[in-house]
């Protein structure tokens, strides 16, 4: 409510419309948006409720609403005649043909064909109108859609800006206005920084990014129009025929010879008139940009000096060499070393942030697991196998994660993935029964990870899924008693008709998919690799570590030995087909270490950027796994051949590390033949279907 009220020293009157007269003070005292306010006026003029309702804006400040609050309230009587639509459309077509200046209330008043002030209706004022303008033409010509990755949203985001203000040349001038939070100003801004998640950047380095792109198209983009207009006014079409214009000032400066550069790109230069090529290279330099520093930030987040778990296992490793001849012997890798190890942070390296976890590079992780492995095969295959659970536990349901960290985020999990149990449909969820043979380091456990099949009608299989199990729902049967990585204590699980919710059931066909339900709440590029990868790398991983520790004692064992034989004695090292096996093994292990890792960085990295990762990687991560296993087992072999008789002794490293990297070779996931297999298929252009790609 607006009421003008004379001073006691200024008889005035309030004429009939709403106006009213200042003869020589009046104070007008201002109620709008539940701001009180008095305005003192010591000037003779007529003025409108419209101005005495600015007033009150610049006092209420923070307090006004804005259009968009105001549209969204039911309309009061009378029924309204125009929509903020046509008043948008109608003042585009006035800025577009005379220029935003032409933009008046009066003159849109009149293009819509009402009258001035019934315009008040609907906006206070041409900020308001010029808010409707560019909300419109954001949402007909520059909303962007998402795309498979943040490079092309940003791409086309920015060439569609450009399109629109070069169309609406009066845009230029309100890039310079401030609060405008326009709804679709807003939905653009939502969508590029949406693709700029998961990218290492923070909140601040998002916007900066999606700032950045902004300010290169509006800058760019200005000069066009900028250009233009010159071009417009000095009645020339071409930019040639500008330069003709100005060509007196321009060869004075090119002869002065003080601008050697600026005078080589105006001789040289054939494109100075292609302004699309010149702002697309431009864009692709900014973009570059982008890429490299977020390649530079994940550079320094994924160096190997970054890896302060590696530094803390470093120390640990002489006592873990020290007792791998008893873990060999008991079968069983002491609760010690386990303990000692959970306190370096290993088993949190691949655990979600949200849990106390450290998310880290998978890469990094395997780096660990090697280390670990070349003192203790046994010890590295439970960190590698007991160490990625937590990685496929955060693809379950929340409710899952919550109940198995919520208490004790440093809990551990076992696992037995052949689907050898039997879940049939229960009210909320499924009975399970089963037995599973190979669960390495459950008797570290508190939880196990099961496969299954679902039974449906007539109880044939329906559907293949890992279910999450208690220790309280489960026994162990102590069965293991083998030659090769005797101390995993990889023995049997049994369940009896076992209770299992459903949010503690996940399909194996969506974890396949990176479809898991976890990836709702743990957003990171970790959780979004495919489990093919990071599985059959966890078992490749400790093997290549076992080939590595084999080398070493090889190396250290045999520099100094000197052979006693029927053929001859002499040192050792000094033979050259002991020089050759060491160059082949040495060689084997480099080839095994560095094509996982580089597949494992690439996934990651495709990850990171937030791309889809492609099925030619996919497979090639499974060609270089079981061809690494492969390499490492040639290396041990090689060494083995060549130790003499010593290495057979029970209890050397050397052969201790032969039976070892030879247990874990025959896992399921070192099946070259079918992998190697599905890798050609793919070459061929053949379908490959497999729960391990």
């Excluded at 916007?207 to 900028?226: L, Q, R």
């Excluded at 190890?341 to 949190?348: E, I, P, Q, T, Y």
């Excluded at 520099?559 to 002991?578: E, I, P, T, W, Y």
């Excluded at 960085?601 to 090639?620: Q, S």
Aim: charged letters at 25%.
């Amino acid at each position: 409510m607006i009421i003008a009220i004379p001073s006691r020293s200024s008889p005035g009157m309030v004429p009939p419309g709403g106006e009213y007269v200042v003869r020589n003070e009046y104070t007008v005292r201002v109620s709008a948006y539940g701001v009180q306010a008095q305005v003192r006026c010591t000037r003779t003029s007529v003025r409108s409720v419209a101005m005495a309702r600015k007033s009150a804006d610049e006092v209420a400040g923070d307090a006004v609403e804005s259009i968009w609050q105001r549209m969204e309230r039911p309309a009061r009587p009378p029924r309204a005649a125009l929509t903020h639509a046509q008043i948008a459309a109608a003042a585009v077509e006035i800025a577009d043909a005379e220029g935003l200046d032409a933009v008046s209330m009066r003159h849109l008043a009149e293009r819509l064909g009402v009258a001035t002030m019934g315009l008040y209706r609907y906006v206070r004022g041409k900020d308001d109108v010029i808010e409707l303008m560019l909300d419109a033409v954001i949402a007909e010509e520059a909303l962007v859609e998402p795309a498979a990755d943040w490079r092309t949203t940003l791409r086309e985001a920015a060439r569609g800006l450009r399109r629109a203000v070069l169309r609406h040349p009066w845009m230029v001038r309100t890039t310079a206005r401030s609060g405008q939070l326009t709804p679709h100003l807003v939905a653009r801004a939502d969508r590029l920084l949406a693709s700029l998640e998961d990218l290492g950047l923070d909140a601040d380095g998002r916007m900066a990014v999606v700032g950045t792109v902004s300010a290169y198209v509006n800058g760019t983009v200005a000069v066009d129009v900028g250009l233009a207009e010159l071009m417009r006014r000095e009645g020339v079409t071409r930019a040639d025929e500008l330069r003709g214009l100005y060509s007196s000032h321009l060869r004075w400066l090119l002869e002065s010879g003080r601008y050697p550069a600026f005078e080589r790109y105006i001789r040289e230069g054939v494109r100075k008139d292609d302004g699309e090529w010149q702002f697309e290279l431009g864009l692709e330099c900014v973009l570059d940009g982008v890429a490299a520093r977020l390649a530079s930030d994940r550079d320094r987040r994924i160096s190997p000096m970054s890896n302060e778990v590696l530094d803390e296992v470093r120390a640990l490793l002489p006592e873990i060499a020290a007792r791998a001849r008893a873990v060999d012997e008991e079968r069983r890798v002491p609760a010690e070393s386990i303990g000692e190890l959970s306190r370096a942070g290993v088993f949190r390296m691949l655990q979600p942030k949200r849990y106390g976890g450290a998310e880290s590079d998978p890469v990094r992780f395997y780096e660990v697991v090697r280390e670990i492995s070349a003192v203790c095969g046994s010890t590295g295959w439970l960190v590698s196998v007991l160490g990625v659970h937590p990685w496929q536990l955060a693809l379950f349901e929340e409710a899952a994660q919550d109940e198995v960290w919520g208490s004790d985020p440093g809990v551990l999990a076992c696992s037995s993935y052949a689907p050898v149990g039997r879940l049939v449909p229960a009210e909320g969820g499924y009975r399970l029964s089963g037995r599973w043979r190979f669960s390495s380091g459950c008797g570290h456990a508190s939880w196990a990870l099961l496969g299954g099949l679902v039974l449906g009608a007539a109880g044939r299989p329906a559907d293949v899924v890992t279910v999450l199990v208690p220790r309280s729902d489960y026994a162990i049967e102590d069965v293991w008693d083998v030659i090769g990585l005797r101390g995993t204590a990889s023995d049997d699980i049994v369940v009896d008709d076992a209770f299992v919710p459903a949010h503690r059931v996940v399909r194996n066909q969506d974890l396949t998919r990176l479809r898991g339900p976890g990836q709702q709440v743990n957003t990171g590029p970790l959780y979004r690799l495919p489990f093919g990868a990071v599985f059959t790398t966890t078992i490749t991983a400790p093997i290549i570590g076992m080939a590595s520790g084999c080398y070493r004692s090889y190396v250290s064992a045999m520099r100094d030995r000197v052979r006693l034989s029927l053929g001859g004695g002499g040192r050792f090292a000094d033979d050259q087909f002991a020089q050759v096996a060491v160059a082949r093994a040495a060689s084997e292990i480099d080839a095994a270490v560095l094509q996982t890792d580089r597949n494992v960085r690439e996934a990651y990295e495709h990850a990171v950027r937030g791309e889809v990762i492609p099925a030619e990687l996919r497979l090639r991560v499974r060609r270089d796994q079981v061809r690494a296993t492969e390499r490492a087992l040639e290396a041990i072999d090689v060494l083995f051949k060549t130790a003499g008789g010593n290495s057979l002794r029970r209890g050397n490293p050397i052969e201790r590390a032969w039976r070892d990297a030879h247990a874990g070779g025959v896992h399921v996931a070192n099946d070259v033949e079918r992998a190697l297999a599905m890798y050609g298929r793919g070459e061929f252009g053949l379908p490959v279907e497999d729960n391990l790609i």
